[in-house]
């Protein structure tokens, strides 16, 4: 049995309003999914709802911090084309505020175009509802190549201050 403890732990960190952890983990699954699934399918009013009214989309790109309404306007045509983007989640944690009102999270994703991602944010809780409040999308470059991949970011920035 204690060797169960381990495992066990972080289904003890919340409980809120008599809902076993699991089952608001499942909940923050559920969200990220769904809205990862909506980019897939293109469904843009489905995927903007998933954020607050304050969300926060930074992306790859050092210049790429937006609102979600200037998300959204950035994203507009790729939704209208009838595809946008997949994402999907490969392995995620997330952890929850003691009050069990904000959930972080962080996943690896596979995707399409861009290969191996990553994705850290912060959902809130707005009533019994789950909405994405900032989330960060980067590309992991392994250590034993980045000294390669600063080097390429140097050169493009000189040539573009130029």
């Not at 998300?71 to 069990?100: E, L, N």
């Not at 019994?128 to 900032?134: Q, V």
Request: glycine letters at 6%.
């Amino acid at each position: 049995m204690h060797l169960l403890i381990p495992l066990m732990l972080p289904l003890t960190l919340l409980a809120q309003e008599g809902k076993p952890a699991a089952k608001a983990e499942a909940t923050v699954n559920a969200v990220l999914d769904d809205w990862h699934q909506a980019a897939a399918v293109a469904d843009e009013e489905r995927y903007f709802k998933h954020f607050t009214t304050d969300g926060v989309f930074m992306g790859t790109d050092a210049s790429e911090r937006w609102t979600r309404d200037e998300f959204r306007v950035w994203a507009k045509p790729h939704f209208a084309k009838g595809k946008a983007w997949r994402f999907r989640a490969v392995a995620r944690h997330v952890v929850f505020s003691k009050d069990g009102n904000v959930a972080w999270f962080d996943e690896e994703l596979a995707t399409e175009n861009m290969g191996p991602c990553r994705g850290s944010g912060v959902l809130v809780r707005e009533g019994e509802t789950w909405r994405i409040a900032h989330y960060n999308l980067s590309v992991p470059i392994p250590n034993d190549v980045f000294k390669d991949v600063k080097a390429i970011i140097d050169g493009y920035k000189k040539k573009a201050a130029k």
